[in-house]
């Protein structure tokens, strides 16, 4: 029995002999090494650009350095600088193209590069703190120091320190430094603001995040957006954004039904490793850990001192919510004119791109050119290069869907630029019976209109198949148009209730924020409710065919019925009793031609773009189960109106008293 044990160890190590000289021979050099083709540093010739390129780390108060890409144009002499922060790495965001030329290479998000190589500015752009090529840690929207934020830093004073080594380290500058930016880098000119340096001479918040729980990316009224899963996965696991999301389902309705809550498709893909989200999942309502961080809360308390330009786009499908938000807490402190604000017929970040579209619209000309030109360009140079001969910007440049006319006004919201020539009057527009929208009608305060909601069927917010949330058109992320998807789709379903107007004869045009006025019951304990301010198109329109009984949303907003009684103060609903809903939808200005219709429709899902109310009241809706989510029978009675913000011209008031 011993003699096979014996013969295997010999076996064993003459194997082993056996793998260490093949080892050995295999590392031992077989011939003389060729010269490496490869230089041990490649300098490539710059001579023919037009701009030269440096990238430093900037030191904060901290000592924390910051990754910061610096463009000069050729030749420059005392120009002014204009600064991005981002956390969507700076790199990139300079190096659109392999080129030559200054602008090809910001062409692309977050550049409004016609304007910044016209102007001859100095182009900034930084990673923030913890992202890409800086160091540090890295918080989504990093509060300011306080009770949310125990360290001494944050983004102004990281702005602060930034503007402050620039004006001092670049010679080709005249000291004055504007900082411009979209979304999150949008949000980053406000903290910004927030006490400026005294060389910052100039803020473009471009589709800011301003208030992540009221109406931007993260809630809408307490209505969690799930659809933003992918991106806060990708932006807050890794510092360069590597972790990626995947899709198991070609329609991402399919992916998040068989989910079947928001919180168990985070935790299927890992999120609950996020700080970030684990706050999410722990304030659902709208607490201190929301309020502290609004910025319009936060800029309503401080001086204007700085000339600011806020951007705000009508069919935003991220931040709708924040650029007037802004404007409204800020504008009652500007006591010198400085603060300016644009409603452009865009996107999130349209203002950069092509304005002539947007989706199956078509406005006769490019509006974002337009307003490149006309707005931004003289706004920075009378502020940056202290040219006085720019012609000032108007308080309010706001584009006018309907008609597709730009119209300049002295505040927001007003109805027209001619002082008393107009007013806004606050008109409801009933919801009636025989599924009828009546401008100025009388209110039922017994009649309704019915549906179920069913939350094994939520109503989707676009037609299916629902592509992933995305911004690829060539890979058919078609997400930053869908505001303007026509709603045919829910229209036609039994549980959305629609009311539509008769066919106007004279136009309707309003300015500012449509309310909503619901008085509705459910069946169940909790419940969404979903309105939209809808333009109906004729039946034929002979310019463009296929707009013939289009369905437009003109606004749209969603309202989580628990926080009734208050934001921070969630409550389940008494079953089966008629109670008052009030919430505001987002800014318009529109004209109802004549030949139109205005239509509302009502329903209780939004899917997948929010996650779905159980209608059963639950603590906290991330950790609902699947037992939770029942049937409701939703009633919208017809007492129930949306407040619309109609202008009336001097003529029209006085027809209409006759």
Known sequence: ??????????????????????????????????????????????????????????????????????????????????????????ASL??????????????????????IVQGGYIRVVQDVRGKYGSEGDYVMNRPLSGPLNPTPVDHSTDTWDTIDWLIKNLPETNGRVGIIGISYDGFLPLMALVNPHPALKAAVPMNPMVDGWMGDD????????????????????????SAKWYSTNYDDYDMYMRAGSAGELA???????????????????????????????ILARQPVTVPTLLVHSLWDAEDIYGPVAVYKAIKPNDKNNLVHLTLGPWNHGGAIGDGSTLGALKFGSDTALYWRQEVLKPFLDRHLKGDTAAPPIPAVTAFETGTNKWRTLAAWPSGCAEAGACAIKPTPLRLSAGQKAVLKGTADAKAYDE?????????????????????????????????VDDQREASGRTDVATFVSSVLTAPVKISGEPIANLVASTSGTDADWVVKLIDVYPDQ???????????????????????????DNPKPLAANKPLSYRFGLPTANHVFLPGHRIMVQVQSSWFPLYDRNPQTFVPNIFLAKPEDYKK?????????????PV????????????
């Open 94 to 115: 300079t190096s659109h193209a392999e080129s030559s030329d200054m602008e090809s290479i910001l062409s692309g998000y977050d550049n409004a590069a016609d304007v």
């Open 267 to 297: 935790r299927q893909r890992g999120l609950e490793q996020s700080g970030f989200w684990r706050k999410l999942v722990q304030h659902p309502s709208y607490d201190s850990f929301w309020q502290q961080q609004a910025m319009d809360k």
């Open 218 to 241: 993260w809630f809408h009224h307490g209505a969690f957006r799930q659809i933003n899963l992918s991106y806060i996965m990708e932006q807050v696991v890794t510092r360069g954004n």
């Open 451 to 483: 549906y179920v909601s069913d939350p094994a069927k939520p109503v989707p917010f676009r037609q299916r198949p629902i592509p992933p949330y995305g911004y690829d058109e060539a890979k058919g992320q078609s997400w930053p148009r869908w505001l």
């Open 632 to 644: 409701a029978t939703q009633r919208i009675y017809h007492s129930s109106f949306v407040e619309l």
């Open 541 to 567: 329109v002979g310019s463009q065919p296929a707009m013939g009984g289009y369905q437009l949303m003109i606004s749209g907003d969603i309202f989580r019925g628990r926080y009734r009684e208050g934001y």
């Open 647 to 658: 202008v009336e011209t001097a003529a029209s008031a006085a027809t209409a008293a006759r």
């Open 1 to 90: 029995m011993k003699l096979p044990s014996i013969r295997a160890a010999v076996l064993g190590a003459l194997a082993c002999a056996s793998l260490a000289q093949a080892q050995n021979t295999a590392t031992a050099p077989q011939y003389p090494a060729l010269p490496s083709e490869t230089p041990a540093e490649f300098v490539a010739p710059t001579a023919g650009f037009n701009y030269t390129k440096r990238s430093v780390m900037i030191p904060m108060r901290d000592g924390t350095r910051l990754n910061t890409v610096i463009i000069v144009p050729k030749g420059a002499q005392k120009a002014p600088i204009l600064l991005t922060r981002t956390p969507y790495d700076a």
